[in-house]
């Protein structure tokens, strides 16, 4: 699947480390795989807050003068792709306020369920908003609390929010990480090495800074930083998990832990399920690069069809955005994908990938290895159809829009023009990542089952 379904974004938090916002900087370089629209840092010096934000990749947003400028031994971080809100510079995070106990600033992955609601509450009482972001209810709910201290605040304040919240506030002394009850979004907690503390959003960005993995922040905890002490765990929700489990599906990177589990290892285990609940005769068995190539491994090695690389992708294409005829359409994915005639040529391929959104990207990836001289072009999906939108934290299309809710499978398969087609069910899906019932996991995107 290419650029069809989205994360909101990425967090992470240093805290009690000189180089805090350079540790930042590659942590978040790690992450730009969950939103590559803006990019943000805010640090303490214990003085000041100071932050820098901008459109664009990380590695574009900061360079070293910019990493000098964010002084102190912390900083918080973000990536981001819109769900709510808008696209402007205003909507990039950190979100940054100066209020009655100072100042702060607040970096956030996930969607508030309630956030117009809670928005018009404080506008008709006379708050005034400067961006389109849910994230921003947050600090003028905690610049109204009467509570005396930020902890009580940030307490108070994630007591009237609803939905899908990884959080990360910084003050000028301390540092918060928060997860929702349901605890939607990942967030990690890692020990540096050369002292202080890393909360990120996936385990990868922990292993370029060197930081060792200590455990993931429980849903419905606040976690508190505090100069020369070990964080201190505040329960502020009774804990009902609900993780996405599209995040096993989709959005990790392989080389992460997410919700205590191997990302790339689940998803060898689809591929594996995939391939016992739809097996087919064939000569080789193709990842769509990326996201399709640990479900294809499985696939082959369960099935003992040869695995190969039958596509190539230009990881050095970014996002196309003149698009105005199907021949341009049709160019963008030839631009990122190219078929290995010599391996395509003659044979009866299996295309695994890890959904099926519009359909549109699989029909010309489809088309593309017949043009290439694939004899036949069976399509295997390493999760079930996604039928419904996501409304916590996933830029999902409308239902009108999910080829999976408008049409039956036979019909799918005929659009894409497949040979044939078949996906991994919820069940299945469920066994791949070791899930005792699936109470655990929010599945939505495939049942229409909501938790909020």
Do not use: W
């Amino acid at each position: 699947m290419l650029e069809n379904i989205n994360e909101k974004c990425a967090v992470v938090g240093i805290f009690g480390h000189k180089e805090a916002s350079r540790l930042a900087y590659f942590s978040l370089h790690s992450l730009q795989h969950r939103g590559q629209e803006a990019a943000g840092i805010s640090s303490s010096n214990g003085k000041k807050l100071q932050t820098i934000k901008k459109r664009g990749l990380v590695m574009r947003v900061f360079d070293e003068d910019k990493l000098n400028t964010l002084s102190g031994s912390s900083a918080i971080g973000h990536t981001r792709y819109s769900t709510a809100g808008d696209d402007s510079i205003l909507d990039a995070q950190p979100v940054f306020a100066r209020y009655d106990l100072g100042e702060m600033a607040i970096v956030h992955n996930g969607n508030l369920t309630n956030a117009e609601e809670v928005r018009n509450k404080l506008i008709a009482n006379g708050a005034i908003f400067q961006t389109f972001m849910d994230t921003e209810n947050l600090i003028h709910l905690i610049a109204k609390s009467e509570q005396k201290k930020l902890v009580d605040r940030i307490i108070d304040a994630v007591q009237r929010i609803e939905g899908a919240f990884s959080l990360v506030f910084l003050s000028r002394t301390k540092m918060f990480a928060m997860r929702d009850r349901h605890g939607f979004r990942p967030l990690s907690l890692g020990k540096l090495p050369n002292g202080g503390y890393i909360v990120a959003s996936e385990t990868c960005a922990f292993d370029l800074v060197g930081a060792i993995f200590i455990r993931d922040v429980k849903p419905g905890e606040l976690l508190v930083f505090r100069e020369g002490k070990e964080p201190k765990s505040i329960k502020v929700f009774e804990p009902t998990p609900k993780h996405c489990i599209f995040e096993y599906v989709y959005f990790a990177r392989p080389d992460s832990s997410v919700f205590g589990q191997s990302v790339y290892q689940t998803r060898k285990n689809m591929g594996k399920e995939l391939a016992h609940i739809a097996p087919i005769e064939a000569d080789l068995v193709i990842p769509v690069p990326d996201g399709g190539v640990p479900s294809a491994i499985g696939y082959s090695q369960e099935s003992g069809i040869p695995y190969e690389m039958g596509i190539m992708r230009n990881h050095y294409i970014g996002r196309t955005f003149i698009e105005p005829t199907q021949e341009m359409r049709d160019l963008k994915v030839k631009m990122k994908l190219s078929p290995m005639v010599d391996i395509i040529k003659g044979k009866k391929v299996i295309v695994i990938d890890d959904s099926i959104v519009r359909g549109t990207t699989s029909r010309r990836i489809i088309r593309m290895l017949k043009e290439a001289g694939a004899k036949e072009v069976h399509m295997r999906v390493s999760s079930p159809p996604t039928t419904d939108p996501c409304f916590y934290g996933v830029d999902t299309p409308d239902k009108e829009n999910l080829i999976a809710a408008n049409m039956s499978n036979e019909e799918i398969c005929k659009y894409i023009e497949a040979d044939s087609l078949a996906y991994l069910d919820e069940a299945a899906l469920l066994k791949s990542v070791n899930a005792n019932n699936e109470d655990k996991y929010c599945t939505a995107c495939f049942t229409g089952n909501y938790i909020i």
